[in-house]
């Protein structure tokens, strides 16, 4: 039998190249195992929505179906009714289905198979392979020893198989109160993998199953469960994180100890890391019920929801996925690599409109009073089948408040007094003068313009090194933006001082809402869940806050791409 799992050198090198699981899978079925099949599942527990993490596994898991002909199941890991919720469910469902995956009929819950993990139970203790131990808690925790150090077996190991028949059958009847006994399998107390010390196979839980009702009082632990689920329902390559990585060798033992259908292999991969960001729903749960955020689909959360709320893509988190690889150690991915892979999709796709986000009224002083005029601009210049569209210009507009300022810096190219700027798509301006209130803030700028630079270039050939975006006061119309930072102000969120938690690093800043924003009125036409980007003010999508009088937009991300500049 395996102990503690070292890679061999053909693992480690597989291990080096960007998927090593492919290879495995291509191999085994080079060498015809499983009848040249490949069935994959992904088993999230439903006790908390998917993140980006589990994002990467199912990726993969379907991913490596499709690519070599076989399926995917999505199995329901209930094992656990304390923590697990129908909502959980429905949501792991959309998320996977809108990241572009499907499971077709092979939709699964452990909890299905409660029956024939008892009588897999009952067959290991007629082979005198488990046993009915009634220990607390405590002290099968003292006795299992330590890495250094074997387990002491327990005074009730050597039960006879009647003995241990018939507290188990009586165990769930419901004889036994919460606590106070637990099956184990019998393995070896002096294993080098603690796992193997005889574990817990079934502990007494009064819990309401949100599927299974009161219909059972015992339930089976993970590891119990797990690997004879794969097998129930022939999955081929069992596709899981490092941490199980030390639970294959008993993974293996309740494989080759029961009378299963068929012998999954279970094969471990780095878990995904990100910078600012926590991963597990523990602490995503924390967040939610303890109002750090607005919920589970939270923009800021890691989640699905949350990612597809905040603007992402399916296609860039898939791609995201598929860049990030498959390592066997663990690593921390730089959450920036997510941000552009977003940019990279978005950069096509969204059409480029204008937005103010913080206005300051602009009155071209020669421009005629109750004149308008019509300006062409281009959808997406990445894109020509975007079209164009039109814009009304006029004598009062809006700009951002930081294009304009009255005592500029040298290598300030926007618009100050006596400089000259392009207006996007419009007329060149010059800055003249400013007005101001009481307490001396700017409350508008006057300007020029110069009637021979239409559409943005001066018959003159004069230059100009400043273009700006702006919107017209008498067509626009008033929106909320929501910009949003680093939920974290820490780039590992759980490195704190003592006595803290990692909510100690939370970013007070996370989330700035702008009530005041001015967009253009082709803004109107656009649905919850649609993406634009507001021209130098990066991509943006309608949130589901909206209404047909108050549009509220998420920013997806800023414009800046740092990870493009690492990257070269
Ligand atoms: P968490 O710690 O976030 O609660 P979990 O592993 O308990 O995660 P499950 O619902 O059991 O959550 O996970 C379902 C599948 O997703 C498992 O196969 C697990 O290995 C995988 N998974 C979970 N988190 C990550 C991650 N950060 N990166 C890659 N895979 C992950
Ligand atoms: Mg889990």
Not at 73 to 81: A, F, V, Y
Not at 427 to 448: L, Q
Request: charged fraction near 30%; include cysteine; hydrophobic fraction near 35%.
């Amino acid at each position: 039998m395996e102990a503690e799992k070292t890679l061999t050198s053909d693992e480690a090198s597989m291990a080096k190249s960007s998927n090593f699981i492919k290879e495995i899978i291509a191999e085994d079925l080079k060498a015809g195992k499983n009848g040249g099949q490949i069935v994959t599942r992904f088993p999230p527990e439903p006790n908390g929505y998917l993140h980006i993490g589990h994002a990467k596994a199912f990726c993969l898991d379907f991913g490596l179906a499709k690519e070599f002909g076989g399926h995917c199941n999505l199995r329901l890991d209930d094992t656990n009714p304390t923590k697990e919720d129908t909502e959980y469910v429905d949501a792991i469902k959309e998320d996977i289905h809108w990241l572009g995956f499907d499971w077709g009929d092979h939709e699964y819950f452990a909890s299905d198979y409660f029956e024939q993990l008892y009588e897999w139970a009952i067959y290991l203790i007629k082979q005198g392979k488990a046993y009915v131990d009634d220990s607390t808690a405590e002290e099968i925790k003292a006795s299992r020893g330590t890495l250094t150090e074997p387990g002491k077996p327990s005074k009730y190991r050597d039960r006879s198989v009647e003995e241990n028949l018939d507290l188990f059958t009586r165990m769930r009847a419901g004889e036994f109160a919460d606590g106070s006994k637990v099956l184990r399998a019998k393995i070896d107390m002096a294993s080098p993998n603690i796992n193997l010390r005889d574990p817990t196979m079934y502990r007494i839980r009064r819990f309401h199953h949100h599927r299974t009702g009161d219909k059972w009082c015992i339930y089976p632990m993970y590891d119990f469960a797990h690997g004879q689920s794969d097998a129930i329902e022939g999955v081929t390559h069992s596709i899981c994180t490092l941490e199980f990585e030390i639970h294959r060798p008993l993974y293996d033992w309740f494989i080759a100890n029961l009378p299963v259908p068929a012998k999954p292999r279970q094969i471990e991969f780095a878990r995904l890391n990100l910078t600012y960001t926590v991963m597990s729903k523990r602490k995503l749960l924390k967040l939610v019920q303890e109002k750090y955020v607005n919920g589970w689909d939270d923009p800021r959360m890691p989640t699905i929801a949350g990612l597809r709320r905040r603007g992402y893509t399916p296609e860039s988190i898939r791609n995201f996925a598929e860049r990030i690889g498959v390592a066997k150690r663990d690593s921390t991915v730089d959450v920036a690599l997510l941000e552009h892979c977003v940019r990279d999709d978005l950069n096509t796709k969204a059409p480029r409109l204008m937005a103010v986000l913080h206005p300051l009224k602009l009155i071209i002083d020669n421009y005629p009073e109750g004149q308008e005029e019509k300006l062409t601009a281009i959808n997406n210049p990445e894109d020509e089948s975007a079209g164009t569209r039109e814009l009304t210009f006029g004598r009062e507009l809006f700009i951002e408040r930081d294009d304009f300022m009255e005592d500029p810096p040298k290598k300030y190219f926007r618009l100050s007094i006596g400089k000259e700027v392009r207006l996007r798509y419009g007329y060149y301006v010059t800055a003249t003068s400013v007005d101001k209130d009481a307490e001396g803030n700017i409350t508008a700028v006057h300007c020029t313009y110069d009637p021979a630079t239409k559409g943005g270039s001066s018959p003159d050939g004069r230059k100009v090194k400043g273009t700006i975006h702006w919107v017209n006061a008498k067509t626009a119309l008033s929106a909320e933006v929501r910009l949003y930072d680093r939920l974290f102000t820490k780039e590992n969120p759980e490195e704190v001082a003592e006595g803290e938690d990692f909510t100690a690093n939370l970013n007070p800043n996370s989330l700035e809402i702008l009530s005041d924003v001015l967009i253009e009125p082709d803004l109107a036409k656009v649905q919850v869940g649609d993406h634009v980007q507001f021209e130098r003010q990066g991509y943006f999508t309608l949130d589901k806050d909206s209404s047909k009088e108050h549009l509220v937009f998420n920013r997806t991300v800023a414009l800046k791409d740092s990870w493009a500049k690492i990257a070269g």
